[in-house]
């Protein structure tokens, strides 16, 4: 069997035959699609939403930036080496992104780690990594998964290996991040996980009931009434064996999660499949991008039409019919028929409205204003400008397109600096253009006119964010785009590449975008977003009142053992520099040892870690926390206790030992 560029020996095709495969492919995708009368030259056009260029031209472009290399919309210096930081020059406006030594970044970024299961937080504008926060994943550094409280969440949430973490979001108040909680979606495997920003760690996910693929995550503005996940794939519902093959039958569904609780409040079944979703700014509209309307299982089924439907949601609807009972309930769950043949979608006032957009929109952004929402076109070079008020005030769905400005090929993702104007990611261009947002809607549908300037990146944007631009005040001094490849930026390390995030200033829109510089980033990071310093106030040290009733604050005067049962014993011990509160311990073979450890030192930045060979046992005790870990003694012998984290000149000798006595039983 062979792929789109290798024969069939196996061998790599010219890239001349790898362009013609992929056009012949599209060719095939769009041979149903109902296009416009050839031009007279008899060329073969696509014309979707102001995009008018010949198929072999649009595949060569996708096909170069995909299959052949990713060149487009790169410049200069393309095979050699590369200046990967760009110095600001001489009279420049662009503030310096390089922080010295011993001073702190003015925001913190909070990035998606995509496979890794992890949200990575990023001082903007160093872009310096200042700490990785683990959510679907096991991390030893941090203890994660190896104490009991933390095994038990992971076990609860499904038990699974790994999670593709997607879109990060932050808990706001009047419309403003508060610094209180993250939000991430698993995309793999259906679920939702909440960050405590006080302790930057994980302490609930939610396997979201009914779904097998979260992607889009988005709370409720202004106040984090509900944090939503869209469904992505479509299946039967229940998924338990029925309507296998009737894909006629298969639905996406869109759900409510409690930010507090995190339980699943209600879901909304309907057409399509959802992808990204955003929220306006007074707690009404939820509006998800959506592909496949045409309710396709493969690739040609699934890009059949030209236009697909975006789906806003009237939350307060929603909620009065729940509280009617009007819905089925699933797995516990309350679903609302939200598709477009309901009965709750007939009349005047659906709980879901259906607006066409150009062909396979990927994505959707609220302005800062709550006005607009701006959803890209993917297959077509547009951003549909949806008119928020217009959701409610107009009976027909193409009323409430606002414009449709002519951005560039491959648009994924818009985002903004809170002075009108929008920057779009180009993916096939290789682009970040910037937009005049006003502008777009006062020009004719497919104007370029509102285009004020494009930078090119390196290569192949995805998500691109400014900071704070999801709220309603942004700020608007930096910019980055999260490029899928990287080629030649960096340092070869093998076949895979590091992604590419690039910092850009945008000087509150009033100059030129200036590219200043690259950071190569473990893949696949997926999105991000920031927050000022000032709006997050994460605590030094653990307060034991956090977990008082639940787990034991042992003091070295404390430490002890206690049996438990016949083969359970509990050992509390407490640790500082540089010893642990016991010695040595004594337990039975084939006793089950809950082992309970208190870091008691009272000053920031001294962790105490706990290793026990051949058990498979490590703690990550931050001061004055608490953690716990169960495990069974199971041959006896001796075995040494020490401290993973290098605490103090007695580093090395601060150890215990595990008496494991044979049983004579």
Not at 139 to 146: F, H, I, L, M, S
Request: charge should be negative; proline fraction near 6%.
């Amino acid at each position: 069997m062979t792929d789109d560029t290798t024969d069939a020996d196996g061998d790599a095709l010219d890239p001349d035959e790898v362009v013609e495969r992929h056009e012949n492919q599209l060719d095939d995708l769009l041979a149903e699609v109902d296009e416009p009368t050839p031009a007279e030259d008899d060329s073969t056009t696509l014309e979707l939403a102001g995009l008018e260029l010949s198929r072999r031209d649009f595949v060569k472009a996708g096909a170069a930036t995909g299959a052949m290399a990713g060149l487009a919309g790169c410049s200069g210096n393309i095979g050699g080496g590369s200046n990967n930081t760009t110095s600001s020059p001489s009279g420049s406006s662009t503030p310096d992104h390089k922080v010295a030594p011993g001073e702190h970044d003015e925001y913190y970024g909070f990035w998606s780690g995509g496979q890794s299961g992890e949200i990575r937080v990023i001082g903007i504008p160093s872009m310096r990594e200042l700490m990785r926060v683990p959510v679907f994943n096991t991390e030893a550094g941090r203890g994660y998964g190896y104490d009991d409280q933390t095994t038990e969440m992971l076990e609860e949430a499904g038990d699974l290996t790994w999670g593709d973490n997607h879109h990060p979001v932050l808990s706001e108040t009047d419309g403003d991040y508060d610094g209180e909680y993250l939000w991430v979606n698993d995309k793999a495997n259906g679920r939702i996980a909440r960050v405590n920003l006080k302790y930057f760690e994980t302490d609930a996910i939610t396997n979201v009931p009914n779904t097998q693929a979260i992607h889009g995550c988005s709370v409720q503005s202004p106040d984090t009434g509900y944090v939503f996940g869209n469904g992505e794939f479509r299946t039967p519902l229940p998924n338990d064996g029925r309507d296998l093959d009737n894909p006629d039958e298969y639905v996406s569904l869109f759900s409510a999660i409690d930010p507090e609780t995190m339980e699943t409040e209600w879901q909304v079944k309907v057409d399509g499949n959802l992808d990204i979703v955003d929220t306006d700014k007074d707690g009404r509209w939820a509006i998800s991008s959506a592909y496949n309307d045409e309710g396709g299982v493969t690739v040609s089924e699934m890009t059949r039409d030209d236009r697909d439907f975006v789906k806003a949601f009237d939350v307060p609807a929603i909620e009065e019919a729940v509280e009617a009972g009007e819905y089925e309930e699933v797995n516990g769950v309350p679903v609302v028929d939200g598709t477009q043949d309901s009965s709750l979608n007939q009349g005047d006032s659906p709980i879901v409205r259906y607006i066409p957009t150009p062909k396979s929109p990927h994505c959707v952004e609220v302005g800062p204003n709550g006005d607009y929402a701006f959803v890209a076109g993917k297959l077509s070079p547009t951003v549909t400008i949806i008119d928020i008020d217009a959701l409610d005030s107009s009976s027909d769905p193409e009323d409430v397109v606002a414009g449709r400005p002519k951005v560039g090929l491959g648009p994924l993702h818009t985002t903004f600096d809170g002075n009108g104007h929008a920057y779009t990611s180009l993916f096939i261009d290789s682009q970040a253009v910037k937009w005049d947002i006003e502008a777009a809607v006062e020009a004719e549908q497919g104007s370029t006119d509102p285009v004020i300037e494009k930078q090119d990146v390196h290569y192949n944007p995805g998500h691109i964010q400014a900071v704070e631009a999801m709220t309603t005040d942004p700020d608007g001094e930096w910019l980055v785009s999260l490029n899928k490849l990287s080629k030649d930026r960096f340092l070869p390390v093998g076949p895979i590449h590091p992604d590419n995030d690039q910092l850009i200033h945008i000087g509150q829109g009033e100059k030129e975008m200036e590219l200043v510089a690259d950071h190569p980033a473990y893949p696949e990071p997926h999105d991000c977003v920031f927050a000022h310093r000032d709006k997050l106030d994460p605590a030094t040290t653990w307060d034991k009142s956090d977990y008082e009733g639940e787990k034991e604050f042992v003091t070295q005067e404390n430490s002890r053992v206690e049996r438990t049962g016949e083969r359970s014993v509990d050992v509390k011990t407490s640790s500082m520099r540089s010893e642990y509160g016991l010695k040595d311990f004594t337990v039975k073979e084939g006793d089950e040892v809950t082992l309970t450890v208190t870091n008691i030192e009272g000053v920031r930045d001294v962790i105490h870690g706990v290793a026990i060979p051949d058990h498979d046992v490590h703690l990550s005790i931050a001061p004055q926390d608490t953690r716990e870990a169960t495990f069974t003694a199971d041959e006896p012998g001796v075995y040494w206790i020490y401290c993973t984290y290098f605490c103090s000149a007695l580093h090395l000798e601060m150890r215990s030992r595990m008496l494991v006595e044979p049983r004579d039983d």
